[in-house]
């Protein structure tokens, strides 16, 4: 071993050190505009919101008793962004639903559970009135959209599901609770129909125009509904694909059909798209790297323009009613692992770019996909294999995704987001502007770093802010993970919500450094940045791109922030008070360089004793 100022070396560390820096590190210069850019986006503190499979409501809820986990994640993200996410009751169960006043709360019949889907939707639904009740146990602020049943094709079910719901939300104020119904939804995937049994195979766009209608016109009377009224409105379309064309389903379709020129169709304020980066319904898995792909995570997207902007040219609201990573529940180890929050969390801000604005992640009772399992469970998600002891409640690692987006977009609900420009295939990020100045920025680094990769690698971010930032501090907070094919084990600035109750436990950690200094980021990692504005002082003679400048010693990066420090989240946990990380964990350029140095001089030195010895 050798010794020097800096402590012990270990030699074998430092070759491995030095082969990994060497070989897996590159640059990229990111310009981050510090004023509002045009065209910047102006995004929801609930860009991402769930929509739940209804048939296990009570589940998710709890009923009588309320189901403390499931509120505690939710109320996680109310403590971030100001307001919990919407949630949106309905889905595939929807329209095998009838409404039966006898029923207290809820009866299903589910199929047996399959290698695909170990847990299988309901078949046949029936509720009652305190099925919709228990909504009064949602944090306060939460907004709804809640389904009723097109699939039966009976508006008077689907009038007595409405009065239901309208009734139940019109005790709420009484029992205290703030929960608000802003929509109803009329069907779920009728473009489906046809091959889920529910409509025969000449079913078309045509008659499912003409039925909503018929349907929703139905519920729009019994409720007094109006396009002015203070009552919900009506949320179209939830359709499971689009042709982009005014022939067959499509929003284009359904509006060349008359469906907003019906009755009920003047009340509709939003339509609804259903999506899914990939299936799972035959059995075959799909590859981790290529959900995470930034490429593939935009083309993904893109191809719904033509969809938004024929929505939007008729005054409404685009939505993703119903979306997440594969469908039939998800994939196994793509969509239940850590790579997963880097696809939602990139997904969903680039969505925000196009004109989506808002989000549905898709969760059902022991879903592969979920964001949160609210229960315990006895079967495997992955297989339906029985687990020798059941699983807790827990988050699955996407969750975290809601939780950083929560975060970033702030409580202010005035946010603005644009989506930078990264010359890097691996590299995204996303700059956040309150009151028109630059606030945040998020970088993900969506290259996929396996239990089976040998080497991680690095880029190096050089930020390029305007010369009026150039002496600026930021903090820095990151999401580590293991690999990106872990199940568990995140934490979002040293914190972890992986806990029995759902709620954040351990110290908050971020780093501190100069702007100038710029941010190492990671394969599979996202990194959140808060500029510190009242520490930018004007620049002077300096200009152009932010190189890697060195760090003063008061602002040196790893050095841990207190949580009431300036860039904090402020929720829960204790603040760290040592220096993040180990040996060689120092993030700005600086550091970096010098402790190379130090360990390629103790290389040399200790190469020469031997040669010499």
Not at 197 to 214: D, E, H, I, M
Not at 569 to 589: A, E, P, V
């Amino acid at each position: 071993m050798l010794f020097c100022a800096a402590g012990v070396i270990n030699l074998p560390l430092v070759v491995a050190l030095l082969a990994s820096r060497a070989a897996g590190s590159t640059t990229v210069k990111v310009t981050v505009p510090a004023s509002v850019p045009h065209g910047a986006a102006n995004v929801s503190r609930s860009l991402i919101s769930l929509s739940i499979e209804q048939d296990r409501w009570r589940d998710w809820i709890g009923f009588p008793s309320r189901n403390d986990f499931f509120f505690n994640t939710l109320d996680n993200v109310a403590q971030l962004a100001g307001q919990p996410p919407w949630i949106r009751l309905g889905a595939n169960s929807e329209d095998h639903t009838v409404f039966n006043e006898a029923t207290q709360f809820s009866e299903a019949i589910f199929p047996p559970p399959s290698l695909v889907e170990p847990y299988p939707e309901a078949t046949q639904i029936t509720v009652g009135n305190d099925f919709y009740k228990a909504v009064a146990q949602l944090p306060s602020g939460t907004n709804m959209i809640v389904g009723v049943n097109l699939g039966a094709n009976n508006p008077a079910n689907a009038v007595t599901e409405a009065s239901a719901i309208e009734a139940a939300f019109a005790s709420l104020p009484a029992s205290g609770a703030d929960v608000e119904l802003q929509y109803i939804e009329v069907g779920n995937e009728a473009d489906l129909y046809t091959t889920n049994g529910l409509r025969p195979k000449s079913f078309n766009v045509a008659q499912y125009t003409q039925q909503w209608a018929s349907v929703a016109g139905a519920v729009a009377n019994a409720l007094r509904l109006s396009p002015t009224g203070s009552g919900p409105k009506f949320v179209a379309g939830a359709l499971a694909q689009s042709s982009h064309k005014d022939t067959t389903f499509s929003p284009q379709a359904i509006f060349s059909h008359g469906l907003l020129k019906s009755a009920p169709g003047k009340i509709v304020q939003t339509v609804s798209q259903h999506h899914y980066s990939g299936s799972f319904c035959a059995g075959s898995g799909g590859l981790l790297s290529a959900l995470m792909n930034k490429a593939t995570i935009r083309s993904n997207l893109t191809v719904f323009k033509p969809d938004i902007a024929a929505v939007h040219a008729k005054g409404l609201i685009y939505i993703l009613g119903e979306t997440n990573s594969y469908a039939c529940h998800g994939a196994p180890g793509v969509s239940n692992v850590a790579g997963a929050t880097l696809w939602l969390l990139d997904y969903a801000l680039h969505a925000s770019q196009i004109g989506i604005e808002r989000l549905f992640f898709h969760n059902g009772i022991g879903f592969k996909y979920n964001l949160i399992q609210p229960i315990a469970l006895n079967r495997s998600i992955l297989d339906g294999s029985a687990l020798a002891q059941p699983l807790a409640p827990h988050v699955q690692p996407a969750y975290y995704g809601m939780i950083i987006a929560a975060e970033a977009l702030g409580s202010s609900g005035r946010v603005q987001v644009a989506e930078l420009d990264i010359s890097n295939a691996d590299v995204a990020g996303y700059a956040f502007y309150e009151g028109g100045i630059i606030m945040r920025a998020v970088l993900i680094n969506s290259r996929a770093f396996l239990s089976t990769t040998s080497s991680r690698n690095t880029v190096h971010v050089d930020l390029n802010l305007s010369s009026a930032s150039l002496n600026g501090t930021m903090t820095i907070k990151r999401l580590s993970i293991g690999h990106a094919d872990d199940e568990s084990g995140l934490a979002w600035g040293g914190q972890t919500y992986e806990t029995p109750d759902g709620r954040v436990s351990g110290d908050e950690i971020m780093e501190r450094s100069t702007i100038r200094a710029g941010v190492d980021v990671q394969d599979t990692e996202i990194v959140l940045l808060n500029f510190d504005r009242s520490a930018m002082v004007a620049g002077g003679s300096d200009s152009g791109a932010l190189g890697k400048g060195v760090s003063s010693p008061a602002m040196t990066s790893g050095a841990a922030m207190p949580s009431g420090a300036a860039g904090s989240s402020g929720q829960g946990g204790s603040s760290s008070s040592g220096m993040t990380g180990s040996l060689g964990s120092s993030r700005s350029s600086a550091h970096r360089a010098a402790y190379n140095g130090l360990l390629l001089t103790a290389l040399i030195g200790m190469s020469v004793a031997l040669i010499l010895g």
